[in-house]
């Protein structure tokens, strides 16, 4: 194993990637594509595995569970590649995300299934942190740009694919295999990391931060349930609520305190004096909140109120995704051609917010043709920004803390997602059982009163007076919930205005001698190890 002068630097990052940094990059978009592309695959397996397994009243916990064990376990896994190597715990979030997937194929109850569905989320925790950090200690930023459009791809895959393969799988092998499927993929990432990944190994003296790391799985536990629990299980004004954000509050509070006194710090507060960094979260957030609004109530909208048929519920979302695919492998070769990157942020926030605003406008006359444009423009902002948050943010750091940059950005990007899900879905269902009662009386609030979402079949078995009644409460519902995605993107949009154009590591002599933003100053000149 050598180590080189960082590439891109003079000559050295001019021509390609050695061959061997080829597989692992493939074996990082595989382990990429498990961990999106798992939940979107269980989803359409889910009424099949609740019909054998029963436990109806527990079916939200095989999500639920899943989702809190990869949000908790997330900066964990930065911190422990930082400290240890990247290769090793990348591995062993690998190992484990296969034996959860293999445990919970074998389920015999949905209280084993909810439990090894959070063994399998504490490995996927890892899968996202662990390919962002590798693909950011082997390629430089100014390089990285090329790579943009395989990972929006990998992710439009799996968001079109992972509800066509769910079915089809669960259709002709059974719901255990929508588990099973995860082994082989998964045993080939490994074999290939094993066999051609070589980084320097690390070996910490430090004691992992064993305290911060339980205030910040309370933290985020409480703050996932909020969001899961508010206007679903519990009223948002309960008791059981109250307790959850108090605390959640007061967990990260003490996590925030402790973090400035641990001899290893979970996450190292400076690297928030970087003010790309910080700017980067709040972008990765907003993303997040706004990408999860859209891919549940797009397809709800154009089934219910455009008739479309559930059965290929990706596609629905393709103008969206293609869009962003796109704009992402644009983006990519501008950025790594030229070196500037700030004009994407901007760009994506004021198309992102454009978007939002045109699907609000979206009633029960729009055409699909229409609402695929709408889509597209939205797409054509999170294009922008999907990627581009990442690369900043690993740009604004110094090497040594690579692993805890990618972990937080990952972290505050799911937890944008909840808190999305959670405030658009209370905004559409309030709104749809509000106009189910103007427009149909006593029946309309009987037809929504245990759910604002009703699935083909429950629909199709409507009065014609009932279906055309939450047609329009769907229109309305999902006005509400995009005007407040525009509303939300707007601050993602001032957020890109006052991003620093720092030049990207990598980007030639003048970029090694430049000051690096905040923090990130150091890692300019900070050697990349090839895999040989």
């Not at 094993?194 to 790391?213: E, M, N, T």
């Not at 423009?377 to 040594?400: D, F, H, P, R, Y």
């Not at 909840?418 to 609030?445: C, K, P, T, W, Y």
């Not at 009703?454 to 009065?463: G, I, W």
């Amino acid at each position: 194993m050598a180590e080189t002068p960082q590439a891109g630097t003079g000559e050295a990052g001019a021509g390609k990637q050695p061959r061997s940094v080829r597989v692992v990059l493939l074996a990082l978009m595989i382990a990429m594509m498990l961990a999106m592309l798992d939940n979107m695959i269980i989803g359409t397996a889910m009424p099949t595995i609740v019909g054998e397994l029963g436990g109806l009243e527990h079916l939200s916990w095989v999500v639920t569970a899943y989702t809190l064990a990869t949000a908790a376990s997330t900066p964990l896994w930065g911190k422990l590649g930082d400290m240890y190597g990247r290769k090793g715990s990348f591995m062993t979030s690998i190992v484990i995300f296969l034996a959860g997937s293999a445990l919970s194929g074998m389920a015999q109850d949905m209280g084993q299934l909810i439990g090894f569905r959070a063994v399998q989320g504490l490995g996927a925790g890892g899968l996202m942190v662990g390919v962002m950090a590798i693909i950011g200690d082997l390629i430089p930023p100014r390089e990285r740009g090329k790579y943009q459009g395989m990972m929006a791809g990998v992710m439009a895959l799996a968001m079109i694919g992972g509800p066509l393969v769910g079915g089809t799988i669960t259709d002709h092998w059974g719901w255990r295999w929508s588990f099973y499927i995860n082994l082989p993929l998964g045993a080939i990432a490994l074999v290939a990391v094993s066999a051609v990944l070589h980084l320097p190994k690390k070996r910490s003296q430090a004691r992992i931060d064993y305290l911060g790391a339980a205030l910040l799985t309370i933290g985020i536990t409480a703050i996932v349930l909020v969001t899961t629990w508010g206007g679903t299980e519990y009223a948002w004004t309960s008791a059981r609520i109250m307790e959850l954000i108090g605390i959640g509050v007061a967990a990260l509070v003490g996590f925030v305190f402790w973090q400035t006194r641990a001899a290893e710090p979970i996450v190292p507060l400076h690297i928030f004096r970087s003010r790309n960094f910080t700017l980067m979260s709040v972008i990765g957030f907003i993303v997040g909140f706004v990408m999860f609004g859209a891919t549940l109530f797009l397809p709800l909208y154009q089934q219910s109120v455009q008739g479309a048929s559930a059965t290929n519920s990706g596609l629905l979302l393709l103008p969206m995704l293609g869009a962003m695919l796109v704009t992402s492998m644009v983006a990519g070769r501008v950025t790594t051609n030229t070196g500037r990157y700030k004009i994407f942020p901007v760009l994506g926030g004021a198309l992102m917010t454009v978007g939002l605003f045109l699907l609000s406008t979206m009633d029960t006359d729009t055409t699909r043709f229409t609402s695929g444009v709408y889509m597209a423009v939205v797409g054509l902002g999170m294009g922008c920004l999907m990627q581009i948050t990442m690369l900043v943010a690993q740009n604004s750091v110094e090497m040594k803390d690579m692993g805890v940059a990618s972990s937080s950005t990952t972290l505050f990007r799911t937890l944008g997602s909840s808190f999305g899900v959670a405030i658009m879905g209370a905004l559409f269902n309030h709104r749809v059982q509000d106009v189910m009662a103007e427009r149909a009386g006593a029946l309309g609030s009987k037809v929504t009163e245990s759910s604002a979402q009703l699935d083909a079949a429950s629909l199709a078995k409507l009065p014609e007076a009932a279906r055309d009644a939450y047609q329009h409460a769907v229109s309305s519902g999902t006005h509400g919930a995009f005007l407040l995605g525009a509303v939300v993107a707007v601050v993602a949009l001032v957020a890109a205005v006052f991003v620093e154009e720092v030049p990207l590591k990598g980007a030639g002599p003048q970029a090694a001698d430049a000051p690096g933003d905040g923090e990130g100053g150091a890692a300019a000149k900070a050697p990349v190890t090839e895999a040989v």
